[in-house]
């Protein structure tokens, strides 16, 4: 059976979703997932023990979470030797073509900090969870997404606009495309 690490961190909870349906994803290809949040614990086991590696987390004023910045720069090296693939949740993700680029520039950003070169990465689309904010990080979303022009301003709701089934294509490549021919090499020269 593959075995598959998707570690992950997370602001306000959305990420963590999008990796436990990426790593739903996974199972229903008969991989064994190890879930991991990175603010709360480190996997436990040598990277080297998985056969693929997938890392998430969100941007927050253009920087992706200071423990994912460590942690990748910390097993880069581990990680640039197996199959890997990075996604990068932001509102900017779903806006227009410029804010896309602003996305996938801080993606890039990001990979070019750390040294990390994933066989996969995405960005994707997350949420403006207005519900579940305090007064100021209510107030100060609701001033981001104005002064943007695109997006939604009404506060007494939450907006998800993740791409669900695109997250499962993402998980779905990655296995089939990088994982699965990994360990059809690794069988092949153990036979």
């Not at 581990?78 to 896309?100: H, I, R, T, Y």
Request: net charge neutral; charged share 25%.
């Amino acid at each position: 059976m593959v075995k598959v690490l998707v570690a992950y961190t997370t602001f306000d909870g959305h990420t963590a979703k999008i990796a436990e349906r990426i790593a739903s994803a996974l199972r229903r290809r008969n991989c064994a997932v190890q879930l991991c949040d990175l603010a709360r614990a480190h996997p436990g086991r040598p990277l080297h023990e998985f056969d693929g590696v997938i890392l998430g987390g969100p941007l927050h004023g253009g920087r992706h979470h200071r423990q994912l910045v460590n942690f990748v720069s910390e097993n880069c090296e581990a990680l640039n030797k197996q199959p890997s693939a990075f996604f990068s949740v932001s509102l900017s993700a779903a806006g227009d073509v410029q804010q896309q680029g602003d996305a996938t520039r801080c993606l890039n950003e990001f990979l070019d900090e750390t040294g990390w070169q994933p066989d996969v990465t995405t960005t994707v689309a997350g949420a403006l969870l207005y519900r579940n904010y305090g007064f100021f990080k209510r107030w100060m979303m609701k001033r981001i997404v104005k002064r943007g022009g695109t997006g939604d301003t009404d506060t007494s709701r939450n907006y998800v606009y993740t791409d669900w089934e695109a997250v499962d294509d993402f998980a779905k490549g990655f296995i089939d495309q990088h994982v699965g021919h990994a360990s059809e090499r690794l069988a092949s020269t153990i036979a």
